[in-house]
């Protein structure tokens, strides 16, 4: 290309030889330019009319969608119930306190804060006698819930004016963890400095003990203060408010009705990226063996292809499972309510501007909801009991279910003794009270939707990009009442094996991100802790550090800590950890036979007894530390056993020594991966 420079520089004799030319030229480009300029001008017209058609005939559903301060006006209510959770729980408790409201002569509306432009909570105070409340679970090391990741990003960015909004926060948490219901305070504390009303205590739950009388506790008081404090009495009206009503299909389409897919129609036979927990991806089960060689447990080692699926994962993520409930429980179910399971309804939320319009995907069959839409082998809480009272004939059976429902304290301990304790789920208690028949389509109404399970990956996608490993035990228990109660995932998972006629057995999924990480820096020390199947993730992190010293990077000591009851029996993945450890990938393996020897040795005994290098790792040398598997004992005494040595080789007092732990869980230098 010439330069433009030189161009400009021409001398004038050639401009003025070429003048007529350039000005015959200089016409027809200048009506070319405006000859497209028009032809553009109409054309865009055009394109601009079209869609302003499509506005006047179907309004854009934005504005209402992402304001729930319009939608509380448009529909009267006063009160708005947000939930942040994982697992169900919390949006269920919300959906109980919308409830609620109408017995005390306002509306409620339960929100998903993930649908919303929570922004507008400065606006609440516009509507008269109005409350937001929050029932919000912790996940993980004191994370929002994946929902309200947006809510407590906005919350943290500050600058809100909240004053005059008028707020309550009732947390769901589990005190064997770490940041025990750590979102619920902070939403507490933070709406508080941001200006907002607290009109009544934080609530707190704890799954350890007794979420539902925690719950239930804070209820009764939260209603009487919600009353004092806007001068309302209660109406009085304790019957039951249903909230959808029934509509039977007769000559519905086959293709129009869901058979367990969570979002789009059809979803799992045209499968379309990307993959998350209301579009999982139908993975292949590849491998599914059994690990411990004896004992009276099954431990399994299951591996899912995911091949084409565009899914990527690290290692220390979890991959999320959407399994379905026994068809023996299922069919007994319809047999005990005397129903036709294959009849196909959809279930319509009588509140028409709601963003909820079914409980589940609808319309479909009462099986396939039993099957994958409802939570049938969980015990049932208080209020599914309050609202089938009614439906008892014998009114003694009547009186037990209502009193259990109650805060009273008789009530409270009848509700712990034959339900919890006992383990009844929804089946064991209609077959044990043969007067409460309730309607199929109630029942189904009540019952929490089934939820998706998390396992701790067992692989690196370093090593294995398209696969993805799991490892599980199977849950199976008697309870009190002589019933075999088996664990919904577990059980399923254990019966996919992979087949070699066509057919192959696959598992709803997708992967959730973790904060649980290698270090940035592979030359850093790694100290991992796992007993059980807490070795999951510690698989995939092994498997890393082999790949990297494959590639020629310098990778620090790697050191585990197993644990297991019989070397000969349920040392999992055995071979392979040998073998690690024979290449030099493992440093060090030590592992903890609890019951290979008269008294009990866990993973800490084996902590203590590294002190001197444990404490050179994590103070010289800076190792971060891994804890995977049980909160409720095994963390507990893991972080025990860090704070004596950090006392006895760090010259630390107690305090001090606590104080250093919270240092490195903060600095990301020690991590948890727990549950109970």
């Known amino acids: 290309m010439a ?5 400009a520089s021409a001398g004038p004799e050639l401009q003025d030889e070429g003048e007529s030319l350039f000005s015959n030229l200089d016409i027809f480009l200048f009506s070319l330019i405006v000859g497209l300029i028009i032809y553009w001008a109409f054309f865009r017209k055009k394109a601009e009319d079209i869609p302003e058609f499509k506005k006047l005939d179907t309004p854009a559903p934005a504005a ?20 942040g959770s994982q697992t169900g729980t919390a949006e269920e408790f919300a959906n109980r306190l919308s409830k609620d409201a109408q017995r005390y002569g306002m509306k409620g509306m339960a929100a998903d804060p993930e649908e919303y432009d929570m922004s507008e909570l400065s606006r609440l105070k516009e509507i008269e006698n109005s409350l937001a409340i929050f029932c919000m679970a912790t996940y993980g090391e004191g994370d929002p819930t994946d929902n309200a990741q947006d809510f407590y990003d906005w919350l943290q960015e500050g600058g809100a004016d909240l004053d005059g909004v008028n707020y309550t926060v009732f947390a769901l948490g589990n005190k064997t963890y770490e940041h025990y219901n750590a979102m619920g305070k902070y939403v507490d504390k933070r709406l508080s400095e941001l200006g907002a009303n607290r009109i009544f205590d934080l609530g707190m739950g704890d799954d350890d003990g007794n979420l539902e009388e925690d719950f239930v506790s804070w209820r009764e008081q939260f209603w009487p203060a919600v009353c004092e404090h806007f001068g309302v009495e209660a109406t009085g009206e304790e019957s039951s408010i249903r909230q959808y009503e029934l509509k039977v299909h007769e000559d519905l389409n086959m293709n129009k009705i869901y058979t367990g897919e969570l979002g789009r129609l059809k979803s799992f036979e045209n499968q379309k990226p990307p993959f998350d927990s209301k579009n999982p991806f139908l993975a292949s089960v590849t491998v599914n063996r059994k690990l411990n060689k004896g004992g009276d447990r099954h431990l399994m080692h299951l591996e899912l292809d995911i091949t084409g699926s565009k899914i990527r994962y690290e290692s220390g993520d979890h991959v999320a499972v959407y399994p379905t409930n026994d068809s023996t429980l299922v069919n007994r179910l319809g047999e005990v309510l005397g129903v036709d399971l294959d009849t196909v309804i959809s279930l319509n939320n009588l509140d028409e501007e709601s963003n909820k319009k079914h409980p589940f995907p609808c319309p479909t069959t009462y099986r396939t909801a039993l099957t994958h839409y409802l939570d049938i082998t969980n015990c049932p809480r208080t209020n599914v009991l309050y609202e089938l009272a009614q439906y008892a004939s014998d009114p003694k059976d009547q009186e037990n279910m209502r009193k259990m429902a109650s805060s009273s304290p008789e009530g409270k301990a009848l509700y712990q003794s034959w339900v919890l304790d006992s383990s009844r789920n929804i089946l064991a208690i209609l077959e044990d009270l043969p007067s409460l ?51 919904v995932a577990t059980n399923w998972l254990k019966n996919k094996m992979p087949t070699d006629n066509g057919h192959k057995a696959t598992v709803p999924m997708y992967i959730r991100k973790s904060q649980f990480r290698l270090p940035f820096k592979a030359s850093n020390p790694v100290i991992m802790i796992g007993p059980g199947t807490g070795i999951a993730p510690f698989i995939g992190f092994i498997q890393e550090r082999a790949w990297l010293k494959q590639q020629g990077k310098e990778v620090g000591e790697t050191v585990l800590y197993f644990g297991c009851r019989h070397k000969s029996e349920d040392f999992l993945y055995q071979e392979e950890l040998e073998s690690f450890e024979r290449e030099g990938v493992l440093t060090r393996l030590n ?15 084996h902590l203590k007894r590294n002190k001197e290098d444990i404490w050179r790792q994590i103070h010289t040398d800076n190792a971060h530390i891994y804890i995977c598997g049980d909160a409720r004992n095994m963390a507990r005494d893991v972080q025990t056993s860090f704070y004596e040595i950090a006392e006895e080789l760090g010259g630390m007092t107690h305090t001090q020594a606590v104080e250093y732990i919270k240092k490195l869980m903060t600095k990301g230098r020690y991590s948890q991966d727990v549950w109970s």
């Open 64 to 83: 209402r969608e992402t304001s729930f301060i319009e939608k509380m006006k448009k529909t009267g209510k006063n009160i708005v119930v947000f939930y």
């Open 591 to 605: 592992v903890a036979f609890s019951r290979d020897q008269e008294h009990k040795v866990y993973v800490q005994h």
């Open 437 to 487: 028949r309730p309607p199929v389509d109630h029942l189904c109404e009540l019952l929490p939707r089934l939820q998706a399970r998390y396992y701790s990956i067992a692989s690196s996608s370093k090593v294995h990009p398209n696969s993805i490993h799991i490892c599980a035990v199977v849950v199976e228990y008697q309870t009190k009442t002589g019933r075999t109660n088996k664990g």
């Open 3 to 7: 330069d433009p420079q030189s161009d």
